[in-house]
């Protein structure tokens, strides 16, 4: 059931009380030329001639199980977002989950950092992170350059086609994680699965797309990339059993979670969860899960428990700590 509401059509369960559970982001599917035609075993309805490369879940656009668009309920509710909301874009969730499904390599690419972004598109910048699901034989990514450059050889590269050949180029493998801060030129290859957890912002800067007749962003890429090798490696750290932390930056946590049969996370957490099911199948708050399903948990929500078995779980949060053991118990 909806209604107009502050000029816009609503659910009706937008309007009330905060939600205090859990609730699924439900996916918006985005075509691409480096996608595929079959996005089994995460989704296996979804398929047919066009590609699908990318899954969004946090988007303002994504519906919720709630009724509605998740812009839509951080308007009727802005405290779901809690400590973690951003003061110069409130009404947007801070972060953005993606499954990124390749057929092909994707463009070589760079992103801007805030105070960039915020001149040029008045947008947040873009730092993300990928953990990688799965990765056919020769499954590859390139995460900045094996030799430094020179902004004059990195567009004259760009140019001719040998900016392919100058990236670092790594061979990855299910559970690898690797983070990419804004300015690190970068491409991934054909045949990953990939969870990517990013600042929410649409904004890349293509440097070179292999012929394909896409336009390039020469100028603005070539001021924001960083021209040496990368290095800014991850160590996982393990929380507690079942639990360890993948990767931490300045604009998020990302933690894994492999519990024996459940999770309970605490209630009255400051700052939204969002919760990706990378594997298994059981029940959320009361509400059944399957792989591939993303989940927001509201700041200030009651205690909630996942059950199932042989599931995995990644969680990512903005705060300056891990959540302490009593917020995230694992049986």
């Given at each position: 059931m909806s209604f107009t509401w502050g000029g816009k059509r609503v659910s009706k369960i937008l309007v009330g009380l905060p939600p205090k559970?859990?609730?699924q982001l439900l996916p918006l599917f985005r075509e691409r030329v480096w996608g595929r035609e079959s996005l089994a075993p995460f989704f296996p309805d979804v398929q047919g001639a066009n590609r699908i490369g990318e899954a969004w879940f946090s988007f303002e656009e994504n519906r919720t199980s709630l009724g509605g668009t998740l812009g839509e309920l951080i308007a009727a509710h802005p405290a779901i977002l809690g400590t973690s909301s951003n003061d110069e874009h409130p009404a947007i969730c801070p972060l953005l989950v993606k499954l990124l499904f390749t057929t092909e390599r994707l463009s070589v690419q760079v992103h801007p950092g805030d105070e960039y972004a915020r001149h040029h598109h008045n947008c947040l910048g873009k730092t993300e992170a990928w953990y990688v699901i799965d990765a056919e034989p020769g499954g590859e990514i390139a995460i900045g350059f094996r030799e430094s450059l020179t902004p004059g050889q990195l567009r004259a590269s760009a140019l001719n086609g040998e900016i392919e050949n100058?990236?670092?180029?790594?061979?990855?493998?299910?559970?690898?994680?690797?983070?990419?801060?804004?300015?690190?030129?970068?491409?991934?290859g054909a045949g990953v699965t990939i969870c990517e957890i990013q600042q929410n912002s649409d904004i890349t800067y293509r440097l070179y797309d292999y012929g394909r007749p896409r336009e390039l962003h020469l100028d603005h890429g070539v001021q924001v990339s960083h021209l040496c090798p990368y290095n800014h490696h991850q160590e996982k750290v393990i929380l507690s059993e079942g639990r360890e932390q993948l990767a931490a930056c300045e604009y998020f946590r990302i933690e894994r979670l492999r519990?024996?049969?459940?999770?309970?996370?605490?209630?009255?957490?400051?700052?939204?969860?969002?919760?990706?099911?990378?594997?298994?199948?059981?029940?959320?708050?009361?509400?059944?899960?399957?792989?591939?399903?993303?989940?927001?948990?509201?700041?200030?929500?009651?205690e909630f428990t996942i059950a199932g078995t042989d599931s995995e779980w990644l969680v990512t949060y903005a705060a300056s700590e891990p959540l302490d053991a009593a917020a995230v118990r694992l049986t």
């Amino acid at each position: 059931m909806s209604f107009t509401w502050g000029g816009k059509r609503v659910s009706k369960i937008l309007v009330g009380l905060p939600p205090k559970q859990p609730f699924q982001l439900l996916p918006l599917f985005r075509e691409r030329v480096w996608g595929r035609e079959s996005l089994a075993p995460f989704f296996p309805d979804v398929q047919g001639a066009n590609r699908i490369g990318e899954a969004w879940f946090s988007f303002e656009e994504n519906r919720t199980s709630l009724g509605g668009t998740l812009g839509e309920l951080i308007a009727a509710h802005p405290a779901i977002l809690g400590t973690s909301s951003n003061d110069e874009h409130p009404a947007i969730c801070p972060l953005l989950v993606k499954l990124l499904f390749t057929t092909e390599r994707l463009s070589v690419q760079v992103h801007p950092g805030d105070e960039y972004a915020r001149h040029h598109h008045n947008c947040l910048g873009k730092t993300e992170a990928w953990y990688v699901i799965d990765a056919e034989p020769g499954g590859e990514i390139a995460i900045g350059f094996r030799e430094s450059l020179t902004p004059g050889q990195l567009r004259a590269s760009a140019l001719n086609g040998e900016i392919e050949n100058l990236l670092d180029w790594r061979k990855v493998s299910s559970g690898d994680v690797i983070l990419t801060p804004a300015g690190t030129v970068h491409a991934i290859g054909a045949g990953v699965t990939i969870c990517e957890i990013q600042q929410n912002s649409d904004i890349t800067y293509r440097l070179y797309d292999y012929g394909r007749p896409r336009e390039l962003h020469l100028d603005h890429g070539v001021q924001v990339s960083h021209l040496c090798p990368y290095n800014h490696h991850q160590e996982k750290v393990i929380l507690s059993e079942g639990r360890e932390q993948l990767a931490a930056c300045e604009y998020f946590r990302i933690e894994r979670l492999r519990p024996s049969s459940a999770i309970t996370i605490g209630g009255g957490l400051p700052h939204y969860l969002l919760l990706v099911s990378i594997k298994g199948s059981g029940s959320i708050a009361g509400s059944g899960y399957a792989p591939g399903q993303t989940w927001m948990a509201p700041a200030e929500a009651a205690e909630f428990t996942i059950a199932g078995t042989d599931s995995e779980w990644l969680v990512t949060y903005a705060a300056s700590e891990p959540l302490d053991a009593a917020a995230v118990r694992l049986t």
